[in-house]
């Protein structure tokens, strides 16, 4: 493992924020993972991006002051900005202040790319870092890009033999070329159906119609985020999640114990961007699911499948809808969840034996343990 030459600590680089929609739910991850990191062995060094996409230097109690009493917070970068060395790692970050004078900062031996959404979960940083000759946690440049895509992870999904539900996909060239026969494909799907951005997160964008009339609208709501649309037949059932966390080496990735998602009440008629984040009441997050263990079996069998399906790394949750006449169709998986101890990925770690301190531990040392390069 390499370390800091100066303390003995590895210094692990968080990045947090970022230009997606999800740039606050970032900043929320990076402060419960800065919450349980073994300062004694890690010494964080914060790097935070702004919702416009400049880099700079941040520091824990700069996040801290930022989220005090706020429930969304936005970075806007008070720091010196940062840039990465490019091809030799053991070089320190590059630190521009604002009279336009240079300093040369702590190097990083671990990224913790903590992005949520386009531009940052979606193997754009990804790559940079890879560029950068840095290791990293979590999945690859692949996995990232198509972890992100509701469109090509049906389409890896499907080629490892999961069950995803009927769905149809809208580019803006069929858009812009084609828009009767765009309509006429979705109106093959049963209603209700779910339009949604093709790369977005938290449910943004995504709209639940009922009725055609609300077609319209609803598409221009998701090709805010996204020129490119997935519509998908809603499915009736509940909504199951699995958390799987990689092996060392070539060893397997593991599955949690499956969680649920259970809607409470009627103000919202699916887990959209308010449930998750603004009336959390309105939902409740179970783990164990209550289901047979031949289902929780079958689910976290099916969670690995679509880890390695996307050829993924480090972790991700894999999210299901167990239907009502009783099969397992995948809906999606997130190479960066959520990740505070009260978010689901956490929650289901912690029920099958693994706390969150320790998880972040891990997927520090998994990402400390891969090779750069291709692997
Ligand atoms: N095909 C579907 N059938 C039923 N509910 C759906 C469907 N697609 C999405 N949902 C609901 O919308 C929520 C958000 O959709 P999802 O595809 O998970 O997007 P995001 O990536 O933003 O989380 C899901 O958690 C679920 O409640
Ligand atoms: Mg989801």
Redesign the pocket.
């Known amino acids: 493992m390499t370390t800091n030459a100066d303390n003995g600590r590895t210094t692990v680089g968080i990045l947090f924020g970022g230009v997606s929609s999800e740039h606050s739910i970032s900043l929320i991850t990076a402060k419960g993972v800065l919450g349980v990191l073994d300062h004694e062995k890690y010494e964080p060094v914060l790097i935070g991006i702004t919702p416009w996409g400049t880099w700079h230097l941040s520091s824990e109690e700069e996040l801290g002051r930022l989220m005090d009493g706020v429930a969304l917070p936005r970075f806007t970068g008070e720091g010196p900005q940062v840039s990465l060395p490019m091809g030799d790692p053991s070089e320190g970050l590059s630190l521009k202040y604002d009279d336009a004078s240079f300093e040369t900062g702590p190097h990083l031996d671990v990224v913790f790319p903590l992005l949520h959404g386009p531009f940052g979960e979606d193997g754009t940083v990804q790559g940079l870092l890879e560029l950068a000759g840095l290791r990293y946690v979590g999945a690859g440049v692949t996995a990232s890009a198509v972890g992100m895509d509701?469109h090509f992870m049906k389409i890896a999904f499907e080629s490892a033999g999961l069950e995803v539900?009927p769905?149809t996909v809208v580019t803006a060239r069929d858009w812009a070329n084609d828009r009767a026969g765009a309509i006429e494909r979705i109106k093959k799907l049963q209603l209700?159906?779910?339009v949604?951005p093709a790369r977005?997160?938290?449910?943004?964008g995504?709209t639940?119609i009922e009725d055609w009339a609300d077609l319209d609208e609803a598409i221009q709501s998701a090709q805010k985020l996204d020129p490119k649309l997935v519509v998908?037949?809603?499915?009736?059932?509940r909504?199951i999640e699995c958390a799987v966390l990689d092996g060392f080496g070539h060893e397997m990735p593991q599955a949690s114990h499956p969680g649920e998602?259970e809607?409470v009440g009627d103000e919202h008629v699916?887990?959209?961007f308010e449930a998750?984040y603004v009336e959390t009441a309105s939902s409740e997050l179970r783990c164990p699911a209550d289901l047979p263990q031949d289902v929780q079996d079958s689910i976290r069998d099916k969670a690995v499948q679509a880890f390695l399906a996307l050829d993924g790394e480090g972790l991700s949750r894999c999210?299901f809808?167990y239907t009502d006449d009783g099969r397992v169709v995948i809906?999606?998986v997130?190479t960066m969840p959520g990740f505070t101890p009260i978010s689901m990925y956490g929650m289901m770690w912690a029920e099958s034996g693994i706390g969150y301190g320790e998880l972040v531990d891990r997927l520090i040392r998994l990402a400390l343990d891969r090779e750069p390069g291709l692997r």
């Open positions: 509701k539900g769905y209700p159906v779910f949604k977005a997160g938290s449910s943004m995504i639940r998908e037949e809603g499915i009736s059932g909504e998602i809607m699916f887990y959209d998750k999210d809808f809906n999606e997130n």
